[in-house]
């Protein structure tokens, strides 16, 4: 059992049964030229995170735990991209429009991609959602089932976007969740602070929160999980 010294109170999990979800660190967030700029953004804010992601991501596949990544991803023909979504905003570049990176937000575009630091591993699982929450028209709740997963933790991009809203589905789905602080991102600093503490007010409501020094400090004492 690994103990966690989290918000509001410590966090408890074992590596056998607990994932790593990483949210969305797709270039088209992330880089220059992408959808997070097209639509204004100071991209900057979100790349800050990467070193952070990456010691994570790369201490969790030494103890030899479940990593899941998701892409926020759209059929070439948007089919699963209803116009409430694909209008939002007044982006330069709407989702399927063309950019530096190929079309928006489209799997197997350039910018669709995870960025390099933290690219998936052939045995990881990569999953492409079409809406802003993980577990929605994905397979994500049944694979999780089938391996045994009953606690998340996240990180990623962005915190009161596609975080949030993966972690609330998740919850109500029966994981507990726990939110890496300073591994996800907003382009709104003020809404990444406010979304910490609706995450862990009342009792955790939602989930916990914990820095990644207190994760890697732990990890470093594991036992890694037998393969
Ligand atoms: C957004 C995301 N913000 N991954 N996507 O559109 O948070």
Redesign the pocket.
């Known amino acids: 059992m690994i103990a966690l010294e989290a918000q509001p109170f410590e966090f408890t999990f074992e590596l056998a049964t607990c994932a790593l979800v990483i949210?969305?660190m797709?270039r088209d967030?992330i880089e220059p030229g992408g959808?997070?700029e097209s639509?204004g953004n100071d991209v900057s804010l979100l790349s800050a995170i990467v070193p952070q992601c990456r010691a994570v991501l790369q201490a969790w596949r030494a103890a030899g735990a479940l990593v899941v990544h998701t892409r926020?991803a759209h059929r070439a023909d948007l089919s699963d991209c209803p116009d409430a979504k694909r209008n939002r905003g007044n982006p330069r570049l709407r989702i399927g429009d063309a950019g530096p990176m190929g079309r928006i937000l489209i799997a197997g575009e350039p910018g669709c991609e995870i960025v390099p630091e933290l690219a998936p591993l052939p045995r990881e699982t990569v999953i492409d959602k079409p809406g802003?929450g993980a577990f929605y028209a994905t397979p994500l709740g049944a694979l999780l089932r089938q391996a045994g997963i009953t606690q998340l933790l996240f990180m990623?991009?962005?915190?009161?976007?596609?975080?949030q809203?993966s972690m609330r589905e998740a919850n109500d789905r029966g994981f507990e969740c726990l939110l890496l602080e300073d591994c996800t991102e907003s382009?709104f600093p003020q809404f990444k602070h406010a979304t910490l503490e609706m995450v862990r007010a009342q009792g955790a409501i939602v989930g916990w929160t914990a820095p990644s020094t207190a994760l890697l400090a732990a990890l470093s004492r594991a036992e890694p999980v037998p393969r």
């Open positions: 949210i969305d797709q967030f959808f997070g639509l926020e802003k990623g991009v962005t915190t009161e976007v596609c975080v809203t382009y």
